[in-house]
């Protein structure tokens, strides 16, 4: 995971695509689904701008921990952007 969060930082950089500094949060989380669901993995990956306007990023993510019941501390979740 490191070495995808550097190469992707540099070609975020790279590209300019933000203003100011760029750097990935600490952490990150990671899902895992069958290939039999790649189909509607797909469908989600495409429409996710349409869907994170009726569901925030964060209540996604929380209903994923909740879901594959992973426990966790709210201390070392994310930092928000709201």
Do not use: C, P
């Not at 989600?44 to 993510?61: A, D, G, N, R």
């Amino acid at each position: 995971m490191e070495e995808v969060k550097s190469i992707s930082s540099k070609f975020i950089i790279d590209k300019a695509w933000l203003r100011g500094k760029f750097e990935w949060q600490r952490g990150y989380g990671v899902f895992s689904y069958s290939r039999s669901q790649l189909d509607n993995v797909t469908k989600y990956i495409m429409s996710q701008k349409e869907h994170h306007k009726k569901q925030t990023f964060k209540e996604e993510y929380l209903e994923f921990l909740n879901k594959f019941e992973i426990e966790y501390d709210d201390r070392y979740l994310f930092d928000w952007i709201d």
